[in-house]
C-alpha cells in the first residue's frame, strides 16, 4: 500500500494523472490507498468535448437504444462487482454496506433503463398530451414536445455513496442524452475511479457521454450555459455557497441540491416495552445507527420516544450496541466498519461534544469500544453514539 497508485481524471476521451498529490488514506488502517493527481484540467476542453463529442454520440442514439445500454452497463459492472467490493471495504464499509452501493448503483441503471423500455419512444421526441385550444373561436390550438435539453450535465456527489450515488444521477441524465461530468467527494474518489474505469472498459459507453474529475472543479461552473445543469449532492452550506456561483446565476441555470437531512423514528404513545412493535422500533433504530457506520443520508439520527418509555428505549437499544461488532470489514463477523474518511471522524468528534452540552450519553467509546483487526488503530472508527436530550426544546 505504501506505492498507492495516482488516481486518473477522464476528460477529453484520455485519463489524465501521472504524479501524485494528496493522499487518500484507508478509512480502516490509516495507510495510503491512492493519491490525486497534481496535473491541472482543462475545463473548456472538457466542455467542448462533451458538447461536441458526447451530444452527438447520445443523439445518434434515441431512448430506446439508451436504455437499452443503461441495461447492458448494469449488467457489466455486476459481473464485475468483486473488484468494486474490494476496493470500496476502505472506506471502512462492510460488504453489506458495499451492496447498497455496488448492487444498488448497478440496479439504479436497470430501473431507469425499464422505465425507456417501457415509457419513451423511439426517437429522440416525445409528445406529451392531447391539443389545446388557446382561443376563444379555436383558431389557435397548442400541444406539449419534449425534446433533449441539449446541454451538460455537471454532477458533484458525496463521499457515502461513491457508485451509487453516481449512477443515480449518470443514469437520468444519459436516458436524456445529456453527457456527464462527474465531481465525486476526493475521500473516496477511489471507488468512483474504479467504477469509471469498468464503465469505460465496458465499450458500453458513447464517447464524451461520461467525463470524470478527480480534485477540484476548479473554474469549470463559471464557464457553464444556459443549457447546461448543476446537481450536488453534501452539506447544506456548500451547496449554499455554490448556489449563488455569479455564472450559475447570470445564467439562470438550473441547480439541484440534496443537502443534509435530519430523519426520526417516532415512538407512538400506545405502544408499550412489551409490545411487538416497541422491539421492531428498537432494532429499526440500532440498524440505521449502524448500516454504513451511520452515514445514509436517509439514516435515522433522532429517536423521538414518549417520556414514560425513554428509559426503556436507552436500555433496550444500549444492549444491542453492546454485542455490535465492530472493525475491518475483512474481519469474519464485523457487523459495522469505520467512517469513510479521517476527517468525518473528526468532524463526527467536534459535533457529538455540541450536542453533549444540551444531552447526556447513554452509549458511546467508554462502552468497550474496540475495534477489531489489524491497524485499527489508525483507521477511522467511532463508536456507535447514543445520547439522550430530555429537554429537546431547550
Known sequence: ???????????????????????????????????????????????RYGRIQGQQALMALDFQQRAQCLKALGLYLLEHKERLYEISRHTGATRADSWIDVEGGASTLFAYAGLGRRELPSGNLI????????????????????????????????????????????????????PCIIKPATATSYVTEAAVRLMQDSGLLPSG????????????????????????????????????????????????????????AILAPDVTPDDEEFELFVREVAREMTAKAGQKCTAIRRAIVPSQHLDAVAERLSARLAKLVIGDPAVEGVKMGALASHAQQADVAERVQALLASSELIHGARDGFEPRGDGVRDGAFFAPTLLRSRDPHA
Open 209 to 264: 457521454s461520461l467525463q470524470l474529475i478527480i480534485g477540484s472543479t476548479g473554474d469549470l461552473l463559471d464557464q457553464l450555459q444556459g443549457q447546461d445543469v448543476v446537481t450536488f449532492t453534501g452539506s447544506a452550506d456548500t451547496a449554499a455557497r455554490l448556489r449563488v456561483t455569479p455564472n450559475l446565476i447570470q445564467r439562470s441555470i438550473p441547480f439541484n441540491a440534496e443537502a443534509d437531512s435530519l430523519n426520526c
Open 1 to 47: 500500500m505504501n506505492n498507492a497508485p495516482v488516481l486518473q481524471s477522464f476528460i477529453g476521451g484520455r485519463w489524465i494523472g501521472q504524479h501524485g498529490a494528496q493522499p487518500l488514506r484507508s478509512a480502516v488502517n490509516g495507510r495510503p490507498v491512492a493519491h490525486t493527481h497534481e496535473e491541472r484540467l482543462d475545463f473548456t476542453e472538457a466542455l
Open 127 to 178: 409528445h406529451e398530451g392531447p391539443a389545446f385550444p388557446l382561443g376563444k373561436a379555436g383558431h389557435f390550438a397548442g400541444t406539449h414536445i419534449l425534446v433533449p435539453r441539449g446541454g451538460l450535465a455537471m454532477h458533484i456527489n458525496a463521499f457515502n455513496f461513491p457508485i451509487w450515488g453516481m449512477l443515480e444521477k449518470f443514469a437520468p441524465s444519459f436516458l436524456a442524452a445529456m
